[in-house]
Nanobody, 126 residues
Framework: VQLVESGGGLVQAGGSLRLSCVVSGFTFDDYGIGWFRQAPGKEREGISCITKTMNKTNYADSVKGRFTVSSDNAKNTVYLQMNNLKPEDTAIYYC????????????????????WGQGTQVTVSS
């Protein structure tokens, strides 16, 4: 399984970015795929996941209302639209998937059993 993230960069506070993650070697249609982030000196944080075929999404409180996760299963790609970015959103963002449906327990499951991308840096300046 290979996951490749893209779309990170430097943006001013209040700006937007859209991250993409292309998955190969695994079809995630009925499973969860989503995003984590890790800021310097902090633990990795699960922020969003989706199981599109079951119309399930989940968001961490820290990003709810600002970030939107979506997927194009035909392209085996998941996206994270990030609006109203804040300096505290600065982190490396990782895409991950595992054979478990998106939900509140998906994040702990995928940390042990998931497949991961290499990450993409998002920097938000104040």
């Amino acid at each position: 399984v290979q996951l490749v993230e893209s779309g990170g960069g430097l943006v001013q506070a209040g700006g937007s970015l859209r991250l993409s993650c292309v998955v190969s070697g695994f079809t995630f249609d009925d499973y969860g795929i989503g995003w984590f982030r890790q800021a310097p000196g902090k633990e990795r944080e699960g922020i969003s996941c989706i199981t599109k075929t079951m119309n399930k999404t989940n968001y961490a409180d820290s990003v709810k209302g600002r970030f939107t996760v979506s997927s194009d299963n035909a392209k085996n790609t998941v996206y994270l639209q990030m609006n109203n970015l804040k300096p505290e959103d600065t982190a490396i963002y990782y895409c991950s998937t595992a054979m478990r449906t998106c939900g509140p327990t998906w994040y702990s499951w995928v940390q042990h059993f998931g497949s991961w991308g290499q990450g993409t840096q998002v920097t938000v300046s104040s």
